[in-house]
């Protein structure tokens, strides 16, 4: 890493020690629900695709087979790897460096490095519209978004949002983008058409981050500073209910099927939660509480609504739920502190190494595309 590099980062490093503690503000003190049973102790079979998990304190990226809930390989070389996200076609995955200040493309086959872009201070979370052609990428350590064009490799917009910009979605229609700014009460609203904020709507204490109901007609979002999942209605950018689930939730995730919400509530390290909190969509209330791991922090649910994948923080698993069952079903170790995950439908290449260093360039110079 280059002086200019090593520069940067401290401010920016500063600054994560100060802003809400691994994504969350102090947790207030978890409610008591009776939790849903629990886990076995060997990995049982799931679907084809891959788990991508950021281990932000391993610097490193851990593939997870989905078929046999077994790791497929670990990818080194992302330094504060905080988040991901797979394309909408499945055949690559970005990532954020939040030491580097950098979104990296990786190839979900060969797991080469296709290119870098540098984004703002501090990157967080990143996404990509359902046409795969932009990508967003939150800037905890200068609040704002950057906007990425994806053929072209390069940042094409900077946009200010409110104070630390954490979690992000954007819409089933690809019209709108919403930003939980985590250390405010405000979601930030952009239109995707012009790149730029419409809208700051008030929400409540710290939110974390957002989903998608996937006919776009709400965004629900965790409240970490209320342990509350909080619902807008999109059409009209308004506050239309709250609902109180575990201590200290993190990220947010509609089932596809529209019949779920799940929160993964992480407390606090001095106080870790260990569960997920399951809100019925029809009556926007918490049916059921899943035991989980120390710290369960990110949610992703596969296409076929089947299974979810928590990443345990503080534990260094990934805990998969059987959506049918309401029960953990298998756990999966990581590297340290896992965060961000996400979901590929594509099969899992065969034959990967145990590990594999990435060959990441200084500065966002890309590389050749395959």
């Given at each position: ?266 407390g606090t390290k001095d106080t870790p939660s260990t569960t997920v909190s399951v809100v019925d969509v029809a009556t926007f209330q918490v049916i059921a509480t899943i035991e989980t791991g120390q710290g369960a922090h990110g949610v992703v649910i596969d296409p076929s609504s089947q299974y979810a994948y928590i990443s345990n923080i503080y534990e260094d698993t990934v805990s998969v739920i059987d959506l049918e069952k309401m029960a953990v079903v298998a756990t999966v170790p990581t590297g340290m502190a896992p965060n961000g995950i996400s979901f590929s439908p594509l099969p899992a290449p065969g034959n990967a190494p ?17």
């Open positions: 890493m280059n002086k200019f590099l090593i520069w940067k980062i401290m401010p920016a490093l500063i600054i994560a020690t100060v802003v809400l503690s691994a994504c969350g503000a102090p947790a207030k003190p978890e409610m008591t629900e009776q939790p849903a049973q629990t886990q076995p102790d060997q990995p049982v079979a799931g679907l084809d695709g891959t788990v991508w998990v950021a281990d932000e304190e391993g610097n490193s990226i851990t593939v997870i087979n989905a078929a046999t809930n077994q790791v497929l390989t670990t990818l080194t070389g992302v330094e504060g790897a905080h988040n991901l996200q797979v394309a909408p076609d499945g055949k690559t995955v970005w990532a954020v460096s939040g030491h580097d200040s950098l979104a990296i493309k990786i190839d979900a086959v060969t797991f080469e490095v296709h290119g870098v872009v540098p984004t703002g201070m501090m990157p967080t979370h990143i996404v990509l519209t359902p046409d795969g052609k932009k990508a967003y990428a939150t800037n905890g350590g200068d609040n704002t978004v950057t906007v990425i064009d994806v053929e072209a490799m390069s940042a094409i917009a900077t946009i200010p949002v409110g104070e630390y910009p954490h979690g992000l979605r954007v819409s089933p229609d690809g019209m709108w983008v919403y930003v939980a700014n985590a250390k405010s009460t405000t979601l930030s609203v952009i239109d995707t058409a012009q790149d730029v904020k419409v809208a700051d709507i008030e929400v409540g204490e710290h939110p974390v981050q957002v989903g998608f109901s996937p006919d776009g007609e709400f965004v629900y979002f965790s409240l970490n500073g209320e342990n509350a999942l909080g619902k807008v209605d999109v059409a009209a950018q308004e506050l239309v209910g709250k609902v109180d689930v575990g201590g200290g939730p993190i990220q947010v995730f509609v089932t596809p099927n529209n019949k779920f919400i799940l929160t993964a509530n992480q145990a590990e594999i260093q990435l060959e990441i360039p200084e500065g966002g110079m890309n590389m050749p595309m395959p």
